[in-house]
């Protein structure tokens, strides 16, 4: 048992840190309570659980009762880093088991507030963010859905952290990425997409919160610097969790300016092959026709012989291929995963499931088009992200109909020909997005609130939408 750690030295704090390991927040704080009482404490006893409110939206908390019970530190809101003299911030944060027994972080990481106005003036390596973020004492929790409170959750990991070089070189890019929107006095556009593992998440107390920034007069979003959920999820099963599996990396052993720079250039210079060419080139099996056959040729392109990319996991990357036919449009609507009407209705658009996915997600599109020969020959790529006006007006329009539909009642009504209709938002209601079916067949189904069934639905991204939005390099004839 080590009584207590120096607190100019991080492996001192780590190695003091590891303690909390397989206790729960609850025992943290008997354990507080018997050294400053002296009394010892069974599961019977009445002692002074905490003074700090706890509730399911207070997560603060808990990482105060770390602070506080254990590390014997008052909780401040100061700039610094908590263990200043050694340069170490402390982070307490969940993470879940999922069904196939695997590990995920269940939120992004929190690392500091965005200044709009003094962030602009700062270097990566002189900001306050990089200086609170480059060694973190990691403390997970395993978040169960069951527990009925949160100082029963119990403490899993305890380790520092410090991002390897590779990632710190992106991680710069991003934040050279969120200061130059901000300099472009575009802060109230800012939007996760934007970048790879440094986010720009809202961090607000209400979705009607707004501050001023430098270089425009449109009052924006207040923002916290924060590691992404993928990024944290990358991290927890390949430092922190023993034994994890890790992924093939698309930069080894050098250095790049620009990551997507990188990977598009890899990709372009295959400009002009054909589909059946790359197959053959990389010696991919078509005989089984695989779905994901132009996401197997990518990952290929960029030379990972698997069908995960590290870069891709970090940054919740999202491999999309594109068809232009000879008429120069896509065919294909962009669907994205089902929703379950009863939880859909139970959300707000600030955290809904559908606008964090596109919040969150970076798309690499690899476009190809049908030549004269109607053979599909590859285009080039690029990356996307939603732009934060067509989120916040279009698509945030057809989700609020949406859920608006299956709270009043889903009216559904059958033709003379058999068919199934409904009153959801249809392609010609809106230039973004749309809901359409999206199950195996009428018989895969959700619950409605009213307790019928219906055909399983999802969101979609027009096919014309996502035509207007490739670059124009990328639809011409070669």
């Given at each position: 048992m080590i009584n207590d750690y120096d607190k100019k030295n991080p492996s001192s704090i780590e190695a003091y840190a590891k303690q909390l390991i397989g206790k729960t927040f609850r025992d943290v704080v008997r354990e507080y309570e018997e050294r400053s009482s002296g009394i010892l404490f069974d599961e019977h006893s009445t002692y002074n659980v905490t003074s700090i409110p706890l509730n399911h939206r207070n997560k603060g908390g808990l990482g105060q009762i770390i602070e506080e019970k254990f590390f014997n530190y008052a909780c401040n809101s100061e700039s610094r880093a908590d263990f200043y003299e050694a340069g170490v911030e402390l982070k307490v944060t969940p993470y879940k088991k999922n069904r196939n027994g695997s590990l995920s972080a269940k939120e992004r990481l929190v690392l500091s507030m965005i200044d709009y106005f003094s962030v602009v003036d700062e270097s990566f390596e002189t900001s306050h963010f990089w200086n609170k973020s480059k060694l973190i004492l990691l403390v997970y929790y395993l978040y169960q859905k069951e527990v009925e409170s949160n100082l029963d959750y119990r403490i899993e990991y305890a380790s520092l952290f410090t991002p390897p070089k590779q990632d710190v070189d992106i991680i710069r890019h991003d934040f050279e990425v969120i200061v130059e929107k901000i300099k472009a006095g575009k802060a109230h556009e800012l939007s996760e997409g934007d970048t790879l593992y440094l986010g720009a998440a809202p961090k607000a107390t209400s979705s009607e919160d707004r501050?001023?920034?430098?270089?425009?007069?449109?009052?924006?979003?207040?923002?916290?610097?924060?590691?992404?959920?993928?990024?944290?999820?990358?991290?927890?099963?390949?430092?922190?969790?023993?034994?994890?599996?890790?992924?093939?990396?698309?930069?080894?052993?050098?250095?790049?300016?620009?990551?997507?720079?990188?990977?598009?250039?890899?990709?372009?210079?295959?400009?002009?092959?054909?589909?059946?060419?790359?197959?053959?080139?990389?010696?991919?099996?078509?005989?089984?026709?695989?779905?994901?056959?132009?996401?197997?040729?990518?990952y290929r392109m960029l030379g990972i012989k698997g069908n995960h990319a590290e870069e891709f996991v970090k940054a919740n990357i999202v491999i999309k291929s594109i068809r232009i036919g000879r008429n120069n449009r896509i065919k294909e609507h962009m669907s994205f995963p089902n929703f379950k009407f009863v939880e859909l209705i139970q959300e707000v658009w600030e955290n809904s499931t559908f606008g964090n996915y596109l919040r969150e997600t970076r798309f690499l599109f690899v476009v190809y088009k049908f030549n004269k020969d109607d053979v599909l020959e590859l285009m080039g790529a690029q990356f996307w992200n939603i732009p934060y006006a067509d989120l916040e007006g279009d698509v945030k329009k057809v989700w609020q109909k949406t859920k608006e539909v299956i709270q009043n009642g889903l009216i559904i009504t059958i033709d003379k020909h058999g068919k199934s209709h409904n009153n959801l938002p249809k392609q010609s209601e809106n230039k973004v997005s749309h809901v359409r079916p999206h199950g195996q067949n009428a018989a895969d189904t959700y619950m409605l609130p009213d307790g019928r069934y219906y055909t399983k639905q999802c969101f979609w991204l027009k096919n014309k939408y996502i035509y207007s939005q490739i670059k124009d390099d990328l639809k011409r004839d070669l």
């Open positions: 501050r001023k920034q430098p270089f425009s007069e449109e009052l924006a979003k207040p923002r916290a610097f924060t590691f992404k959920t993928s990024y944290m999820t990358y991290i927890l099963n390949t430092y922190i969790a023993p034994g994890k599996e890790t992924y093939e990396s698309i930069i080894t052993n050098q250095s790049v300016d620009s990551f997507e720079d990188y990977v598009v250039k890899q990709i372009n210079q295959y400009r002009g092959y054909t589909l059946e060419e790359l197959c053959a080139l990389f010696q991919v099996n078509t005989s089984k026709k695989p779905k994901n056959l132009e996401a197997i040729i990518a």
